[in-house]
DNA sequence: ACCTGAACACCGTTCAAGT
DNA sequence: ACCTGAACACCGTTCAAGT
């Protein structure tokens, strides 16, 4: 097999140049930064992380291929951006959650674990940049940083709530957040990695259902409390 | 900055020439195959996943560019075998810890948990091999999914090993694995990823410890059972 | 049967030059 | 101030040819 696929190569400017239009395609493309971000998510949505290369998003964006350097200063700078909108997006979704789920704090709190792993299993290659070492340097991104604290603010808060219902038990929150994060992300990892395959075939959703179930309740032998969401 | 770091370029059979051995390296190398698998293990130890090019392979191999594909099909075969490797050293270093445990049943578990957060920690480059989408085509690479199987497998076996002693509740033993394996799982992740940097400055052993009471105990709010390891 | 050398189509990144 | 074209040192992969 060759290792690429013929690259359609599109005519520069056939897209940007319409027949009525006088201008031809301008010699400044005006709104660059945007619209290298929207053809990398495009990569990465369409063609996963190993196809949003520089270049391509270039090409997608109708300029040349050192023009993206006017606008980033390398390769893992767009990845950070890739990286940051998704943690938006994420946030969003959970947000969204939030908002058509009523005030029961242990209702709420499930539903952001759902929103979660819905978002991962719907972005995988996006959520692949944003968790992942393909930006080399988070340190270097601090406004990707606040995007991801962010999300795992929307835990804290729904366990604090829990927590002054009396319905998960008093401590530290941000460390019960950790847990809860630990895992909703690794159950979200293993899905998207195809690794729990190696588990019989039980469906996904049941398998999620297990795990709100231990999370909430652990794994240790007591009597169960009352029945919860 | 250069994006590749001048390359070192060791001349052909520097290394493999000795001066006191008559004949000079050979035509064929006679091992190659566990050869590039040490050499991609090598740079993906100490330089990470992007080191890891056939090429370089090739070349810490002392073959040319074009040798490693009489033994893998393509640089995704290289990859499953890197990522093979990882499950059985992973599987070893868990089988250590319950070697070296003593017989409490929760105690044998808590050691298997702590063993693979130890081993990603020890060797984040090669979990992300092992897991996440380097290798593309896990369904291609079957002794690769049965490494996989048989760590998941100490953990059933662990958790089974409790649920006999009472200590652990009973279920649908592989369910409950599942759950286990995403909360270490998740938390390895996100410690290795830098992500646990958004949460206050606790100490990643805290937060283990955080984790593996939270795994046993749930986050329901109920009276705590006896006290566990 | 196993390996090399040369080739091809890609990369990320730099830099002088264009508008 | 922003973009292009050409260049350089890398890739993965193929293929005819060597031993």
């Not at 019989?200 to 309740?217: F, K, M």
């Amino acid at each position: 097999m060759p290792p690429y696929t013929l690259g359609v190569r599109t005519p520069r400017g056939s897209a940007a140049r319409k027949p009525g239009r006088a201008k031809s395609r301008p010699y400044h493309h005006g709104n660059l930064r945007p619209a290298l971000i929207r053809a990398a998510l495009e990569l990465v949505r369409t063609r996963g992380v190993t196809a949003l290369t520089l270049r391509a998003a270039a090409r997608k964006a109708g300029v040349s291929q050192a023009a993206p350097y006017r606008h980033f200063a390398d390769k893992d700078a767009l990845l950070a951006a890739v990286a940051e909108e998704g943690f938006r997006a994420m946030e969003a979704a959970m947000r969204e959650a939030l908002a058509t789920a009523d005030d029961a704090p242990l209702v709420r709190f499930h539903a952001l674990g759902r929103a979660y792993v819905g978002f991962a299993r719907a972005h995988p290659s996006q959520i692949r940049v944003m968790f992942g070492r393909e930006v080399a340097n988070r340190s270097a991104h601090p406004t990707l940083q606040d995007a991801a604290a962010a999300t795992f603010r929307l835990l804290v808060d729904a366990i604090a709530g829990c927590q002054r219902a009396g319905l998960i038990r008093a401590g530290d929150t941000e460390e019960l957040a950790v847990s809860a994060w630990s895992m909703v992300h690794g159950f979200s990892a293993l899905v998207i990695d195809g690794q729990l395959d190696v588990v019989g075939d039980r469906s996904i959703t049941d398998l999620a259902a297990g795990i709100a179930r231990d999370l909430y309740l652990g794994l240790g032998e007591r009597p169960l409390p009352e029945p919860h969401p």
